[in-house]
């Protein structure tokens, strides 16, 4: 049995290295990770470089680390869960997806998947999406009109991920097997707990300077390339692009804003104007920023545009990117 794992490990912390050994506690020959690159999927520049997040993770139990195109990487939870799965399954070599969630019950996710993918489904979100509220909530309480399906578990963020890598799976019939596994101690975007903290806030920290504070809640392989990418001076200053993103937001027609506006709900509109009177990129989010609209998708959004993404998504995965390997790994390719 191979094991796919789609990650950021942007850094890799106690929570991920459990991740790792629970699929060689399952019995992997290998583990294959799907990882995000430069960009992540809330919107913003990975505070870790890809090579140093890709040799944390073979350091740290994986054999084989692909990266996942920005285009899949830097979106909806829909699209990176296409995207993450679609790479995997293009390997030719992994045959199970592992996961995490809050929930860790299979079956009910399951469910959800299955409920979301339904002409009722469909039916129920038309007629939430015309009271205003935003599409997650609406979406959540047309799933909640279905018969056997537990739609609070769209209220935690492991946990939708996870919903739609199994709705990727089905819609591709690529005839992975796919395993969850609880999350275990802090919460997405929660504080410290039981030992163990998020991914973001280690980010805080090391935005902070406190780099000790982020190692001890780190495996000893990733927190030592930590230290070593701090003292090279290689972690992301997002600050450093702030005058070339303006510069370029500033430069856009309004209908340039069109294409990044995949809802299709005229926000562009507030961004391209935000963009003209902002003094800075948070000005430009905060103006631009409503209870309909996530901050995630403005960044995404804002990021999208510097960059230049294309319009259209490819059908399928363009290339794989071999970013680190070990000899277990390199005999899979």
Request: overall charge neutral.
């Amino acid at each position: 049995m191979n094991v796919g794992i789609i990650c950021e490990f942007d850094p890799l912390h106690r929570g991920h290295a459990h991740l790792l050994a629970q699929a060689r506690a399952m019995g992997a020959s290998a583990v294959v990770c799907a990882m995000s690159g430069s960009f992540t999927q809330r919107g913003s520049f990975a505070a870790v470089s890809k090579a140093a997040r890709a040799e944390m993770a073979v350091r740290c139990g994986a054999d084989l680390v692909l990266e996942l195109p920005v285009l899949w990487a830097m979106a909806t939870a829909e699209q990176f869960a296409e995207g993450g799965v679609s790479l995997l399954a293009r390997t030719g070599v992994v045959d199970t997806l592992l996961f995490g969630s809050e929930s860790g019950d299979l079956a009910a996710l399951r469910a959800a998947a299955e409920g979301l993918d339904s002409p009722a489904f469909t039916r129920a979100l038309r007629d939430r999406q015309e009271d205003g509220v935003t599409f997650a909530a609406a979406r959540q309480q047309a799933l909640g009109t279905l018969p056997g399906v537990d739609a609070s578990l769209l209220a935690q963020p492991n946990n939708i991920l996870a919903v739609e890598y199994l709705r990727a799976i089905a819609q591709q019939g690529n005839g992975l097997n796919a395993a969850t596994i609880p999350r275990i101690g802090a919460g997405h975007d929660g504080p410290p707990e039981a030992g163990t903290s998020s991914a973001s806030h280690l980010r805080t920290l090391l935005g902070q300077g406190a780099v000790g504070e982020v190692c001890a809640f780190m495996p000893d392989d990733a927190a030592d390339i930590l230290r070593r990418e701090v003292q090279a001076g290689r972690i992301a200053d997002p600050a450093l692009c702030e005058r070339a993103i303006l510069y370029r937001l500033r430069t856009m027609s309004e209908a340039d804003w069109r294409p990044y506006d995949q809802g299709g709900e005229g926000l562009y509109h507030r961004l391209y104007r935000a963009a003209q009177e902002g003094t800075s990129v948070a000005e430009v989010l905060a103006a631009a920023k409503t209870k309909r609209y996530p901050m995630a998708r403005l960044r995404r959004m804002v990021l999208g545009a510097w960059l230049g993404l294309p319009e259209d998504v490819p059908p399928r995965m363009p290339y794989v990117r071999v970013l680190a390997a070990n000899e277990t790994g390199r005999a899979l390719q």
